[in-house]
Every structure is written in structure tokens, then in C-alpha cells.
């Protein structure tokens, strides 16, 4: 099946820093999905990006859809305690299931 | 406009128990799919629903099961339990049919099992 494969691992980094994370696929997606989740919640829709080479906004983050359409990037920029959670990249694979990546953690040092 | 509703939040259980779970999704959204999320697997697909049919199932044994009401609402059940189904259960709407429409996320139910 398809597999997403996410890095960094973790990433600990002081506030004020940039972010940036990706996300690679066995497989070509038509849409990249970014999610953030929160401790005791559940992923909340970041970034959704239907077209390869589509470079998207939502306040600090940008992401991207890779040309090959087997990649995604997210970066944050500035950033501030509270964007401290897990950030997950996933696509829509065979009928409307979501494949996800691994996840990110991301810890912002004051 | 509320979001994704889950209920319990927390659930006890036993091994050999079953458990419901319930989720109402967002307003006009007609599909509900379940994920189950553990610190080893991450997560993972179980089943989707779209008017009240299952159109696609996860690699689960046949102790995991779901229905979808007409008015969009779902339950999951897990019968026989095993340590191994402690998790957060996540359960995600979208709009309609299309896969490529984003789904969005209740805030779980934690489940243990002790």
C-alpha cells in the first residue's frame, strides 16, 4: 500500500526560528493534506493543496505540493511557543482512506 | 458552525468487554470515516461511511465494526476486547463522495483497556 514517509523525526528549535518539514511518497497523490495535533485533541486541517507545484498560505505556514506529486513540503515561519505539537502530512489513497505520515514533533524553545 | 463530535472522551473497559463509540459529524457532511491512533502505528484507517454504506474498510480484524445512521451519525463497536485496542479513536467527516474533499477531525475517544 502507500506509504508516506515524514521527517524530521522531532525537531527543537528556538522561538522566533523558521520550520521546515516534508513529507515523500511511494506513490503519487492528487491532493496533500498538512494537520496539526494537539495534546488530548484531535489533527486540525492546516493546509490542503490539489495541484502539483501549488504553493499555499495560512498565515506563518506555507506549504507546497512537489512537481512529481510525491512530495509535500510545510514550512512555519517565526515561530511561537504555540505552535507546539505533532504535524502530520496525509493523502487520500484508495477510496477516500487517509494515509498519514508519521508525524513531526515539534517543540519551540523560549 | 460545530465541529466533530465524539463521545465518551474516555472509556475503561475490561478485556472481553465491547464498547460503542459515537460520532456526529459536521453539519451537511455526509461521510464519516474512523481512525485508530496508538504511539506505534500512528494512524491508521479502519472503515468510511457515505449514506449509511461502508464503501471501504481498513486491515482490522472482523471485531471492528461501524454503522452510519441517515442522519450521517456513526458508531463504531469493538467487541472482545484486547489490550492491544487501547488507542485513541479518532472519527473524521467530510462532504461528500470525493476522496480528494479534506476531512476534519472530532477529538477522540481515549479507550483503555486494562
Known amino acids: 500500500g502507500q506509504q508516506l514517509n515524514q521527517s524530521p523525526q522531532s525537531m527543537f528549535i528556538q522561538e522566533g526560528e523558521d520550520v521546515s518539514m516534508n513529507c515523500t511518497s511511494s506513490?503519487?497523490?492528487?491532493?496533500w493534506l498538512w494537520y496539526k495535533q494537539e495534546p488530548g485533541e484531535g489533527p486540525v486541517l492546516l493546509i490542503a493543496?490539489?495541484?502539483?507545484?501549488e504553493l499555499t498560505s495560512n498565515g506563518r505556514l506555507t506549504a507546497q505540493f512537489g512537481i512529481t506529486r510525491k512530495d509535500s513540503f510545510l514550512n512555519i515561519s517565526a515561530s511561537i511557543p504555540s505552535d507546539v505539537g505533532i504535524y502530520f502530512c496525509a493523502g487520500p489513497g484508495s477510496a477516500r482512506q487517509l494515509t498519514f505520515g508519521s508525524g513531526t514533533q515539534l517543540t519551540v524553545l523560549p | 458552525k460545530a465541529g466533530v463530535t465524539q463521545t465518551p472522551r474516555y472509556l475503561i473497559k475490561t478485556r472481553g468487554q465491547q464498547v460503542t463509540l459515537s460520532c456526529s459529524p459536521i453539519?451537511?457532511?455526509?461521510?464519516v470515516s474512523w481512525y485508530q491512533q496508538t504511539p506505534g502505528q500512528g494512524l491508521q484507517f479502519l472503515f468510511e461511511y457515505f449514506s449509511e454504506t461502508q464503501r471501504n474498510k481498513g486491515n482490522f480484524p472482523g471485531r471492528f465494526s461501524g454503522r452510519q445512521f441517515s442522519n450521517s451519525r456513526s458508531e463504531m463497536n469493538v467487541s472482545t476486547l484486547e489490550l492491544g485496542d487501547s488507542a485513541l479513536y479518532l472519527c473524521?467527516?467530510?462532504?461528500?463522495?470525493?476522496?480528494?474533499?479534506?476531512?476534519?477531525f472530532g477529538d477522540g475517544t481515549r479507550l483503555s483497556i486494562l
Open positions: 493543496l490539489y495541484k502539483a507545484g
Open positions: 453539519s451537511g457532511h455526509r461521510s
Open positions: 506513490s503519487i497523490f492528487n491532493t
Open positions: 473524521a467527516s467530510s462532504i461528500g463522495a470525493d476522496s480528494n474533499q479534506p476531512q476534519h
